[in-house]
């Protein structure tokens, strides 16, 4: 990801509820996993995806379309509810993800992004011996 101009990053775990209230996804996402109340009237929770957290560090960062393009990744801990958890690679309740985030000022220019990611995937995939499958 670095070779595509990715910034790494590193987002924390607890996610605070009135980010997931912006998007109307506490009750159907972070909600159902693991919350806690913090001083105050506080609640945070475990957060199943860095969407919102990172869509919050960006408009805060964002002044202008010449601030753009924006590339973010991260490999964290995420936690999710999942209704049949079990072990093994699927549906488990505690898992790494490694998540990329990109913040265009056109169309065409997510595209031409999007086609340099795809890139480094298959080299990724090809140095572990995987042959993709596009469905």
């Known amino acids: 990801m670095d070779k595509i101009s990715g910034q790494e990053v590193l987002m924390t775990i607890l996610q605070p509820k ?60 995420k936690f999710r509810r999942e209704p049949r958890a079990r072990s093994g690679l699927l549906r488990g309740r505690e898992f790494d993800m490694k998540d990329l985030y990109s913040f265009h000022s056109s169309e065409s220019d997510f595209k031409k992004y999007y086609e340099k990611v795809k890139k480094a995937y298959f080299k990724i995939f090809k140095r572990c011996g995987l042959k993709p499958i596009i469905t």
């Open 18 to 77: 009135k980010l997931w209230q912006e998007t109307d996804r506490w009750s159907e996402g972070i909600g159902k996993s693991v919350m806690y109340k913090c001083q105050g009237d506080g609640k945070v929770g475990l957060g199943p995806t860095h969407e919102e957290m990172l869509t919050d560090i960006i408009r805060n960062y964002i002044q202008s379309f010449e601030d753009l393009p924006v590339y973010i990744y991260q490999i964290q801990t």
